[in-house]
Structure formats: structure tokens, C-alpha cells
């Protein structure tokens, strides 16, 4: 059984930073694309982040050189570096599993961690 485990949410001032974790059981994550995604209240879910199985990473521009997605094989971990938070990064993040293959959706979800950013 897959699981996928989130922590490090928090409240921060901004332009302060904050690392969230997902801890992945029962799936070797550097096989499967890892993406972290967020939800505002109101709003469409969106990613901010995704690492393939190759390594490759990307953002959209409205996280573009803030945060930095990371993995260790060792520890089954994917990683989501933020900062120079703005009060609009305030969401659930969730990260999320995929299989590497042309269209694959994303079949395994964490319950996610709240962010909330202070002005």
C-alpha cells in the first residue's frame, strides 16, 4: 500500500521559508514523477513543483527561482524548499505520485500540510 506523508507546513512571515517533506512508503519514488501541489481556498489546485524520475525538475513562473523541489533516494523523501514566501503562496500543499509514462495520472496523494504566509 502506498502512502504518502507530508509535514512542515506551518505560519511565516514573508519573505521567510519553510522546507515541506513527503515521506513515501510502499513506492520507490525515484522511479515515478513526484509533483507538489497547492490549493487556496477558492481556488483551482495548481503545481508548483515537479521532480521525474531522471531528476529533471520544473516550476511555473509564479514559484520560478523561490522554491526548489529536491529528493533523497535514501530516505524515500521528496522535498519542497520555499522561500521569499508571499502571502499568496497561503494554501494546502499536497504532494503527489505518478507513474513515468506519457500521460500517467497522478494516482497517490499525501493529505497534505497547511502553509499560511502573514503579510
Known amino acids: 500500500q502506498v502512502q504518502l506523508v507530508e509535514s512542515g507546513g506551518g505560519l511565516v512571515q514573508a519573505g521567510g521559508s519553510l522546507r515541506l517533506s513527503c515521506a513515501a512508503s510502499g513506492r520507490t519514488i525515484s522511479r515515478y514523477v513526484m509533483t507538489w501541489f497547492r490549493q487556496a481556498p477558492g481556488k483551482e489546485r495548481e503545481s508548483v513543483a515537479t521532480?521525474?524520475?531522471?531528476?529533471?525538475?520544473s516550476y511555473p513562473g509564479s514559484v520560478k527561482g523561490r522554491f526548489a523541489i529536491s529528493r533523497d533516494n535514501a530516505k524515500n523523501t521528496v522535498y519542497l524548499q520555499m522561500n521569499s514566501l508571499k502571502p499568496e503562496d497561503t494554501a494546502v500543499y499536497y504532494c503527489?505520485?505518478?507513474?513515468?509514462?506519457?500521460?500517467?495520472?497522478?494516482?497517490?496523494w499525501g493529505q497534505g500540510t497547511q502553509v499560511t504566509v502573514s503579510s
Open positions: 503527489a505520485s505518478r507513474p513515468s509514462d506519457y500521460g500517467a495520472r497522478y494516482d497517490y
Open positions: 521532480i521525474t524520475s531522471n531528476g529533471g525538475t
